[in-house]
């Protein structure tokens, strides 16, 4: 069955990867993840991805002038807001940064991307057209959502405001300090944790639900892609791994326990 909380400002509610090779990517992740992959609609990105609960990403080049500046591809989120202007505005007195001021994309909505004060993107986006609630322990979907920063408290201040986001719990993650949990006051979205030292800026990570994570990681390396991390278990008894995938983004597979 799908959430029945209905998807409201806040929420995260499409995905979209910029990579070198768009279209080895829309095979790479059919294989891996079991999505279908179209020629995006309207032009807005080269694929759209599509798990069996209907479309929730795209895949887009990487633009020359980004993979100059020494950007890898990258997956990236957007997150529902009521007002975008209003937000960018208030991202901006929080600290953040605007790498694109808020632009209308015709037959989806508003859209404005954001840096938050260590540097990690998100897109922010209101919408022409409502989004359908999505039940994300299934298959195929976008389940969790991870920020490694240098001050996850930090962090949370600038995106609390922005987003109604608030804190749920922490995890005691031993060497890695702790493991801060996020979301709003129904569910939680995703956590939050101090970067290693050997990781050269902050980001966010996105995790797929996958059925069998072995034999997805098995998928995955016939393809070319490279553990970072895992397979390891985590608290709860879900199984998660770390990968790039043949262009150099990084992702994450779940297992449900």
Not at 42 to 65: M, Y
Not at 103 to 119: K, S
Request: charged residues 20%.
């Amino acid at each position: 069955m799908k959430d029945a909380l209905p998807v409201q400002p806040g929420h995260f509610v499409w995905y979209e990867l910029f990579t070198t090779d768009p279209k080895a990517a829309a095979g790479f992740y059919e294989h891996v993840v079991g999505w279908s992959a179209q020629p995006a609609p309207g032009g807005h990105g080269h694929h759209q991805f599509a798990s069996g609960q209907g479309p929730l990403a795209v895949s887009t080049t990487l633009p020359e002038p980004v993979r100059q500046m020494g950007v890898p591809p990258y997956w990236t989120s957007h997150v529902l807001v009521a007002e975008v202007e209003a937000t960018v505005a208030l991202a901006r007195e929080l600290g953040g940064r605007i790498y694109v001021e808020p632009v209308e994309v015709p037959e989806l909505g508003r859209f404005a991307v954001v840096a938050d004060p260590f540097g990690a993107v998100l897109s922010l986006c209101a919408l022409t057209s409502p989004m359908e609630a999505r039940d994300r322990s299934r298959p195929g979907e976008i389940c969790w959502h991870e920020l490694l920063c240098e001050d996850p408290e930090v962090a949370l201040a600038f995106y609390g405001p922005l987003f109604g986001w608030k804190k749920r719990g922490e995890l005691d993650l031993g060497p890695m300090g702790r493991y801060m949990l996020f979301g709003d006051d129904e569910r939680e979205f995703g956590g939050m944790f101090t970067k290693p030292k050997d990781l050269p800026y902050s980001a966010w990570n996105y995790y797929m639900q996958v059925g069998d994570l072995d034999a997805a990681l098995v998928r995955a390396l016939e393809r070319g892609a490279v553990v970072i991390n895992g397979p390891m278990a985590i608290p709860g008894g879900a199984r998660i791994a770390v990968l790039k995938d043949p262009q150099g983004a990084g992702f994450c597979l779940h297992e449900n326990p």
